[in-house]
């Protein structure tokens, strides 16, 4: 049974850099067909998808939040993680990682990790 | 990029059926998947590509999808049912593939 689960600061200062993992377990990153996602969604509100990266190392991201963010994915430690720039107060949310496959549902999903922007 | 429209709540006696809809253009043409959100908890796939239901899912759970409208339908409602609900469809045509409903608290009352 393939686990996901989010690991990173819960607080970040304002103009600084968000900074998520996302381990894998139960199955290999690389077994190929499956898009590895960032998810997040704002305190009492809806999901937002943020972007995803296949095993290849190929990105796709959300258009309103492209020029911010970088996806990698290191599958030696059968690992992807979120790089989130410059973020400000409206970054604070529940950030989700999940699979997908193209075109496809999310299952499943990590348990969730808030992050706080604040100084 | 697409957009896709639900009600914000919906509100049914238990026993009784509740009937959530997710409006989006010619929505019928592409493949929609329900997610249930219980308060603090993690978004759980209840139907997926219009009518499945992944193992587990009682088949109180049913999906349709017709025209500009997909409807997650959730027979005798039960208590523990009270939660989020949220379609989402892959926008093959759009910069922003993976698309997300506005979401819809269901109150059993």
Redesign the interface.
């Known amino acids: 049974q393939v686990q996901l689960q989010e690991s990173g600061p819960g607080l970040v200062k304002p103009s600084e850099t968000l900074s998520l993992t996302c381990t894998v377990s139960g199955d290999s990153i690389s077994s190929g067909g499956y898009f590895w ?1 960032w998810i997040r969604q704002h305190p009492g509100k ?4 943020i972007g ?1 990266i296949f095993y290849s190392g190929s990105t ?1 991201y ?3 939040l492209r020029s911010l963010v970088i996806i990698s994915i290191d599958t030696s430690k059968n690992q992807f993680s979120l790089k989130l720039s410059s973020v400000t107060a409206a970054d604070t949310a529940v950030y ?1 990682c999940a699979r ?1 496959k ?6 499943p ?4 990790t808030l992050v706080t922007v604040s100084s | 990029s697409y957009v896709l429209t639900q009600p914000p709540s919906v509100s049914v006696a238990p026993g009784q059926t509740a009937r959530i809809t997710c409006g989006g253009n010619n929505i019928g043409t592409k493949s929609v998947h329900w997610y249930q959100q219980k308060a603090g908890q993690v978004p759980v796939l209840v139907v997926y590509d219009d009518t499945d239901r992944p193992s587990g899912i009682p088949e109180r759970f049913s999906g349709s999808n017709s025209g500009n409208t997909a409807t997650l339908t959730i027979s005798r409602v039960e208590a523990g049912d009270e939660a989020d609900y949220y379609c989402q469809v892959w926008d093959s045509s759009g910069d922003h593939p993976y698309v997300f409903g506005t979401g819809t608290k269901v109150t059993v009352l």
Request: aromatic residues 28%; charged residues 15%.
């Open positions: 996602s809806g999901l937002e998808w995803n796709y959300n258009p309103s989700y997908s193209v075109g496809r549902w999310f299952d999903w990590g348990q969730g």
